[in-house]
Nanobody, 123 residues
Framework: QVQLVESGGGLVQAGGSLRLSCAAS????????MGWFRQAPGKERDFVAG?????????NYADSVKGRFTISRDNAKNTVSLQMRSLKPEDTAVYYC???????????????WGQGTQVTVSS
C-alpha cells in the first residue's frame, strides 16, 4: 500500500522559514516526478513545486514561490522536501506531497497524495 507522509508544518512568523518533508513507502518513486501542492481555506488546490526524476531532478515552481522555495529529492531514501524561506501570510495553507509522474503540476494528473500538513504564517 502506497503512503506519503508529510512532516514539518507549523506556525511561523512572516519572513521565517520552514522545511517540509515527505516520506514515501509502499513502492519506490525514483522514476516518477514528485511535487508539492497547497490548498488555502475556500480555495482550490494549487501547484507549488515539482521535481522530475531524470536529469538529476529538474525543479519547477509556481511564480508565487520562485526564489523563496526550493524542492529537492533523495531517491535513495524515497523522500522529497520543500525548503520554504521568506514566508508570507499568503503562503498559509495545507501543503500536500504528491506523486506527479510527469511533473504536470495539474491536480487531476497526480497519482498519489499525502494527508497534508498545515503551514500557518502570521503577520
Amino acid at each position: 500500500q502506497v503512503q506519503l507522509v508529510e512532516s514539518g508544518g507549523g506556525l511561523v512568523q512572516a519572513g521565517g522559514s520552514l522545511r517540509l518533508s515527505c516520506a514515501a513507502s509502499g513502492r519506490t518513486f525514483s522514476t516518477y516526478g514528485m511535487g508539492w501542492f497547497r490548498q488555502a481555506p475556500g480555495k482550490e488546490r494549487d501547484f507549488v513545486a515539482g521535481i522530475s526524476w531524470s536529469g538529476g531532478g529538474m525543479p519547477n515552481y509556481a511564480d508565487s514561490v520562485k526564489g523563496r522555495f526550493t524542492i529537492s529529492r533523495d531517491n535513495a531514501k524515497n523522500t522529497v522536501s520543500l525548503q520554504m524561506r521568506s514566508l508570507k501570510p499568503e503562503d498559509t495553507a495545507v501543503y500536500y506531497c504528491a506523486v506527479d509522474p510527469h511533473c504536470a503540476g495539474y491536480v487531476p494528473r497526480v497519482l498519489y497524495w499525502g494527508q497534508g500538513t498545515q503551514v500557518t504564517v502570521s503577520s
